[in-house]
């Protein structure tokens, strides 16, 4: 009788009572086929298959077929056995007490498969990267790991409880930290809510599942100090009933996953991706973006940065740039501790010596941004953990010490990217990326990781590079006294400059409603309209357009005059609290030409009178739900005489 098995076994003869040659056949293996002498100690291994055992009496009868009984047991809470007996097949030398041959079957393997391979998940949108690519430059990340039950019984909660729990071997761990990836244990009970997952110790509870069903299951992992690299995770069953066994070899299930390392190169303008075949560069030319997503995601970096380091009072101009982002390179990170790190710890330290208080918080943020590990000791320093819950902005950005950049929507327009292979090839191909997905979907982790962190970059730093500074202020409304959101700068250089505005462009939403006409200049009436010098008051009723940044040409008419209008400012922006003011002028939509009148990025465009061609108000802002259509302005000649200006 042929016995089918499945899997990876250790068979073991362990008593013969015959007078008879006894073996075991193992066929249609994976691996181990062949004749075993039955021969009591003798032991071997083999996979999948089929098993018999044969008797010979060494008289003309051959090998022949035993009769065969069998039962299934278990040795340890996770080692199952078989137990086959055989009783010689042999005319008038039949007992039937199936002693002739007693082989014990121990299955090797674990109970469970891993069906494709691990993949990460970005710890703030729970969002896959494409392939399942980790990226140094993300830290803290969820991955996701898609289990199959290939026991023998259903894994069940209730009794007799057949339930497991999935974990991260222990050889795997340590081989994962000298790799430079550390496996987090610590979950939120949000987290586990979240997932809907117990964490146990380190294993991840996964009471039922019927054999042969898949479910995921999720980890947690910092590859924030991870070289680019195809390190192998090693995955293990334990059951409540501890199991020493749970982590033999052949019970670990390998997969590996992939490391790559981006950082953004801000003097290049230079997306740079490596991985262990050789490094990628893109840099963006041209794209198009939601402003108004960018300027919210510019708004919540910077608060965020503020947090975790640059905010911090008294903190030095080394550490502000430090703590930037983690689009940067971390070689950056240790070049800025080993030689400037030392130097402000030395200063702190001589004026404490010197009887002088010194800002702990400006201690704590030094050893946070150049130690391993961020603290969360120090109350008295500004931080948010979120939520705790698994994905949303609130756990995504800063809450382990990294300022992420909120998604926003975007498409490019016009790119160029290289690759530099290493090591170099002679011919016309190259290596695979990771020897398995191609560079175009490491070119696509890289625009998604960090294409937009570095346009957000830039708009955050902007007024630290030179690249970018056209001018500095000279003058400003200071909007709490005068009630005047503006102000007037000289610009560097010289250039000439046209005080027409500009008309609704060919690739405007708005291009089907011109002011004069598509792609045009509309000029201002700009003759002496008394000491105002060519302004008007803005009249109740009329038609008014303006030329925006971000909404671009649109029209509305003046609804309401001198009226209050209170704006709430966030703490980061240049004004802080709510401001209200007065005389102000509002402007609603028409009803026969619906356009969006004030989008972020549109302040400082100018209201002009449709009739005269004059400007009667100043465009700053709009009410906060995107569903009412108005804009809010300063009348043109309060910002004239807070400005001392002249149209």
Known sequence: MKIPFEGKWRATITKREAGFSQRVVVGGATSGNGSYNGVVGNSFVFEDGWVELQWNNNAGSGWQESAVISSVGMTSPLVVVKFVS??????????????????????????????QRPYAL???????????????????????????????????????????????APVSRSALSAAGIVVIDSWTPQEQEGFGQIMDGGFVRVPDLKINEETTIYFKLDVSNANPSKPGIGFVAQRDAYDPRYDEPTRIVDKKIFISRSSYNPATRELVTAIPEG????????IAIDRKGATKAAQE??????????????????????????????????????????DAL???LKQLLDGKDIDICH????????????????ECCPCSDGDGRPGGWDDGTGVDGWCRVKPVFWLPLDFEYKVVPNPAYIGQFGPLAFEDPWWK???????????IASVIYDYVYASEDDQYIIGQVVRNGDAPINLVDA?????????????????????????????????????LDRTAAGSYFGTLDAVLGNVVWKSGATSATTRGFISTLGTSVSIPYDEHDTLSGTVTYTNEVVISELAAIPQTLSDPGDSGSVWVDLATARPVALNYGSPTDSSDNRAFANPIRSVIDVLNLRF
């Open 279 to 286: 490094t990628l560069y893109l840099k963006l030319n041209k």
């Open 86 to 115: 055989a009783d010689d097949n042999f005319p008038n030398q039949r007992d039937g007490d199936y002693d002739d041959l007693q082989v014990r079957f121990e299955h090797l393997d674990a109970p469970f498969e891993v069906t």
């Open 122 to 168: 970005d710890r703030g949108s729970l969002a896959m990267f494409p392939d399942g690519i980790f990226d140094a430059s993300q830290g803290i990340q969820y991955m996701g790991v898609r289990i199959k039950n290939t026991w023998f019984f259903d894994w069940q909660s209730n009794f007799p409880s057949t339930g497991m729990k999935i974990g991260i």
């Open 487 to 523: 102000a007037v700068s000289n610009l560097n250089g010289s250039r000439g400059v046209d005080l027409g505005q500009l008309d609704a462009q060919g690739n405007d939403i708005n291009n089907g409603s011109p002011i004069t006409a598509l792609d045009s200049i509309i000029q």
């Open 346 to 348: 030395r200063k702190l």
């Open 301 to 342: 970096l910077k608060k965020c940065l503020k947090q975790h380091g640059s905010g911090i009072k008294g903190m030095s101009k080394w550490l502000h740039k430090l703590s930037r982002g983690f689009w940067q390179n971390s070689k950056d990170k240790e070049r800025w501790c080993k030689e400037q790190g030392n």
């Open 363 to 378: 201690l704590k943020a030094i050893l946070d941004q150049c130690c391993e590990r961020p603290g969360r000791d120090c």
């Open 441 to 451: 979907v490491v070119l696509i982790v890289l625009a998604i990781i960090l294409a």
